[in-house]
């Protein structure tokens, strides 16, 4: 940023943390103001009033009486005057020279030349006529000159993050202030809303059949709207259910809606116990650039690669086991755009939409976890097996999601089948109708699921370890080729419906392991050793 | 390069591609001014004052692209549905003055709301397009 001598060096905001007459001054702000205050109005007036403290601090140490004037292009200047340009970043300069303007389509206006602080010389208009100025120098016209806002919402628009990061983590710790979707105020002032009152949205609620309702709905139905300031009503109202475990807030980024937790289906819960999984932590450092590569094709929601994909068309997801039992499909980079997601709330209403039918199923996104739940009806109505194709495109608006299996006339098939016999997997070619479009090397059919979750849960009881499963796994799928090679996709899809796992632990075993031979391209052999 | 990237336009890149720059700049006249002004290259090259709305900071700069930024650009049609991505954003560009501008902005200019991505791919790309960079 351009310095001058106008405005304090901004080098304070490296180190910058909130004083006790900083909580003042900003609490009273918000009690003249009444309503709730933004991040940004807060970190902007904390600003402005940090550089006050800085520049009349500085003006103190320096005694400097020379000030420059502030530019305006309706006034008029000297050579050898020192101006500054607020909108500039405060940069400042000399006048060296005035010309006349030359543009075919205005009335008559200067040009002055100035000599800038950074030892350029630019051209700046001057005397122009008011009606040709825009808004921007409002402020001078006014003569309400406030070069000081200007530079505050300069230093803010260049130091965002970290400006917001620190003054948030500040306020936060001073416990006088609440924060509620980004809106700020003290928690003293904020409106009654007393036991009788939560009871009452409590019915709401339940009144409304499932249906989230915003804050405004309810502060209708319960009878207290227009008895004080309607954001303000708001504002508490959301305090007050946010920190009641009867409701959740499930709307989506920019919407609050309210929720009871006890009309939640119990379905969602089921479904954590099978994908519940440890994300996987820098284990990517021990793979090679190519096997790297290999599990994020995967795009597993617990994978490494959890930064945001930036996309906006249809994703396309190959379905996995445990996927398929809980009626979910993953949450991942790749698939985030297509969900409705929330700053603050654990869980967002969404609504899948039927491709091929149109019919319309309420659905969960679990943020946290990873998933988003309500395909079950789905896959039992389709027969989806693991290893199908399911492309999800964005809805209408923000809480929809247009899901379509990619169905096919049933075929009888020899696909891959893992099943149990005397407390052991195996897995075995065996013929079956397929009516879904699926990925080969992602396939695998399980024979009687609920014995799996039973050996699942045995293995898991015994400490049976990754290594022995990706073992047993590999030797059963190598049996099924002529030359013994398993690809990675096909192993991590099998390993899966035994243990839900990242492809990142399950490389490091096969990179690891010397019986494991990488024989190209996502193929490895299993040589044990004598 | 992500959302909060701003982007300009890069005259020294048009720089080396002066005649080329001229042509395209003809085309962004509207109808009545392309009358006006002729032939391209029949025409005489006045400089003008060009005042930057936001900073007061004034620029000389030709007459035909003076024309574009102080009156076609406001005119219907400058920028539609039809009009390519590329030429739209910078089209954009110009009329804002060329002040840097993030995707998010640029989409809204353009009216490509919730097609930042694509904006960003193709500005972010190796190949520069229209001179149009990021700072």
Redesign the interface.
């Known amino acids: 940023m351009i310095q001058n001598n106008n405005f304090p060096d901004t080098d304070w905001l490296e180190s910058f943390s909130l004083q006790s007459q900083d909580y003042d001054y900003l609490i009273n702000l918000l009690l003249e103001a009444g309503t709730p205050w933004s991040t940004e109005e807060v970190v902007l007036a904390l600003l402005d009033y940090s550089l006050k403290q800085e520049q009349e601090k500085n003006a103190i140490l320096s005694q400097d009486k020379d000030l420059a004037e502030a530019y305006s292009p309706i006034e008029t200047y000297k050579s050898g005057q020192k101006v500054y340009f607020p909108l500039l970043d405060g940069l400042s300069g000399e006048v060296m020279s005035i010309r006349n303007g030359h543009r075919p389509d205005s009335s008559d206006f200067e040009v002055m030349q100035v000599l800038c602080a950074d030892h350029l010389t630019r051209e700046f208009a001057i005397s122009l006529n008011p009606s040709d100025v825009s808004d921007n120098f409002n402020y001078a016209n006014k003569g309400d000159s406030n070069p000081l806002s200007e530079f505050s919402k300069q230093i803010l628009q260049k130091n965002s993050p970290m400006l917001e990061n620190k003054i948030q983590a500040d306020l936060l710790e001073h416990r006088e202030l609440v924060r509620l979707s980004g809106y700020w105020f003290p928690v003293d002032l904020l409106a009654d809303i007393n036991a009788g009152y939560m009871n009452l949205v409590e019915a709401a609620l339940d009144l409304a059949d499932g249906r989230p309702l915003s804050t405004k709905e309810l502060l209708h139905q319960i009878g207290i709207a227009g008895e004080s300031d309607e954001a303000l009503l708001i504002f508490s109202l959301n305090y007050a259910l946010q920190i009641d475990e009867r409701f959740e807030d499930v709307g989506p980024t920019g919407q609050v809606l309210w929720f009871l937790s006890s009309m939640k289906p119990r379905d969602i819960i089921a479904s954590e116990k099978y994908l519940v999984c440890d994300p996987v932590n820098c284990l990517g450092e021990s793979l090679t650039a190519d096997v790297k590569i290999l599990s994020m094709t995967l795009r597993d929601e617990f994978s490494e690669n959890t930064a945001t994909e930036h996309s906006d068309g249809p994703v396309e997801v190959v379905l996995t086991y445990p996927h398929l039992k809980a009626g979910t499909l993953p949450l991942s980079a790749h698939t985030a755009h297509v969900f409705p997601s929330a700053l603050v709330s654990p869980r967002v209403k969404t609504t899948f939409v039927d491709g091929l039918s149109g019919e319309r199923l309420p659905g969960w996104v679990a943020q946290k976890e990873r998933f988003v739940w309500g395909m079950g009806p789905l896959y039992k109505r389709y027969d989806v097996v693991a290893g199908a194709r399911i492309t999800i495109s964005p809805g209408f608006d923000l809480s929809e999601s247009i899901v379509h299996v990619d169905r096919c006339n049933p075929i009888k098939e020899w696909v891959r089948t893992l099943l149990i016999e005397d407390g052991r997997f195996y897995i075995e070619l065996r013929k079956r109708d397929i009516s879904v479009g699926y990925v080969e090397e992602n396939m695998i059919c399980v024979e009687d699921s609920s014995s799996v979750k039973d050996l699942c849960e045995q293995l898991l009881h015994n400490g049976v370890t990754l290594e022995k499963i990706v073992e047993r796994t590999f030797r059963e799928l190598s049996k099924l080729t002529p030359q013994g090679n398993v690809h990675a996709h096909t192993l991590y899809s099998a390993v899966n419906v035994i243990r839900r796992i990242p492809p990142e632990p399950i490389l490091v075993v096969l990179c690891g392991d010397s019986c494991y031979k990488h024989v190209g391209d996502a193929y490895w052999r299993y040589e044990a050793q004598t | 390069m992500n959302?909060q990237t701003l982007f300009h336009i890069d005259f020294e890149w048009w720089a080396v591609r002066e005649d080329e720059y001229r042509t395209y700049i003809y085309s962004l006249l509207c109808d009545k001014h392309q009358e006006e002004f002729g032939y391209i290259d029949d025409r005489e090259h006045k400089?003008?004052?060009?005042?930057n709305?936001?900073?007061?900071?004034?620029?000389l700069i030709d007459?035909i692209e003076?024309t574009v930024r102080?009156?076609c650009s406001s005119q219907e049609g400058y920028i539609t549905e039809d009009t390519a991505m590329v030429d739209s954003v910078f089209r954009a560009l110009l009329a804002n003055g060329n002040q840097p501008l993030t995707i998010k902005q640029l989409a809204s200019c353009i009216g490509r709301v919730?097609?930042?991505?694509?904006i960003?791919?193709m500005l972010g790309g190796r190949k520069v397009y229209k001179g149009l960079r990021s700072l």
Do not use: A, I, N
């Not at chain 2, 400089?47 to 005042?51: G, K």
């Not at chain 2, 709305?53 to 620029?59: A, K, L, S």
């Not at chain 2, 919730?114 to 694509?118: A, D, F, K, P």
């Open positions: 959302q400089l003008f004052d060009w005042v709305p936001q900073t007061g900071e004034v620029f007459s003076y102080s009156h919730g097609q930042e991505s694509t960003l791919r």
